[in-house]
């Protein structure tokens, strides 16, 4: 080789780099442009392939569907309405695993008698068009129900007034008819209560609640008062049709029940979504919400009873039913 000078080196090493970076530039542009080719070739090969199955399988539904209007021109079949409500009945003891999971609580079972290892009830009744029927999950089950049955002395206290039997201003507990219903609503006052029932007695007491259409699992005595989730939506729901009494005291009732103080169960689950009215029931470890819901796209009942679980665990279920209760299109 010729001697170089360090400039003339310099220089066949800079043309030496640019011409392999010429080669590298092209060679990279080769193999892009062949996979170019090779993704259209591909995706021609798979629309023409999906075309002709198209069209065969046009062909054969169109074959099939003249076939059945030569059968019977005048067949015409419904397709069957969903229930929704069965869906969510389907459903939801996934969904209760899964807030159990979400919220840190293993499955339990706190009543010996409950299926599923779980210890929720759940009855819902829509009173509207929706679609969705009624959930019954475990809702057939007994539990103490703590002062859920108030719902069944406001019924009673109410049918006494309009019976002629009291009047609001009547004296009850060193107050009146009227402030004691309102105080065992809003506040779940228990003397109230307590002091109707001992001047009627259980057994008269059992009798009319009987005479509502409730289920032989819904009995009182003292310091044993049992319901069901079933039988607390059955009641809300003759109220609310207005087959238990006028519509003025239902109003009354209703307008007491929004007021109640305990807003962590089925309120904050439905949140600015709806508004609940609605008595809770708590207990040693049972905490139990049973009310009507109103929303925009219609109102229905729901009743969640529980037994060891806590108030977010019964928001998250009435945010469950109630998003898809509204969501309906």
Known sequence: MAYETRRERRLRLEAEKRRQSRQQVGGFLLTLLFLIISAVAIIYIGNRHLAVTSDNEQSSLDEQSDSDSANDETAHVEPPQSDQGAVINTDLPIVLAQINGELGISMKSGLADLPNQTTAAVAMIDLSDRGYSSVNYN???????????????????????????????????????????????????????????????????????????????????????????????????????????????????????????????????????????????????????????????????????????????????????????????
């Open 139 to 329: 809702s057939d089950i007994q539990f103490t129900s703590a002062s859920t049955y108030k719902i069944y002395v406001a019924y009673a206290m109410i049918h006494d007034v309009e019976t002629g039997q009291k009047s609001w201003d009547s004296p009850i507990n060193g107050t009146t008819w009227e402030t004691c219903l309102s105080r065992m609503i809003i506040n779940s006052d228990n003397a109230c209560p307590e002091r109707y029932l001992s001047l009627i007695g259980y057994s008269r007491f059992n009798e009319i609640v009987s005479g509502l259409g409730v289920s032989d699992k819904t009995v009182f005595a003292p310091y044993d008062m049992r319901t069901t989730a079933a039988d607390l939506a059955l009641v809300l729901q003759k109220i609310y049709q207005g087959e238990l009494m006028s519509d003025e005291n239902k109003n009354r009732l209703f307008g007491l029940m929004g007021q109640q103080i305990y807003r962590q169960g089925i309120p904050a689950g439905v949140g600015d979504k709806g508004a609940v009215y609605d008595k809770v029931g708590f207990m040693d470890g049972l905490l139990h919400d049973a009310g009507i819901v109103h929303t925009d796209n219609g109102d229905y009942i729901l009743v969640i009873m529980t037994n060891g679980e806590s108030w977010q665990y019964i928001a998250r279920i009435a945010t469950y039913i109630n998003d898809l209760l509204t969501n309906v299109n």
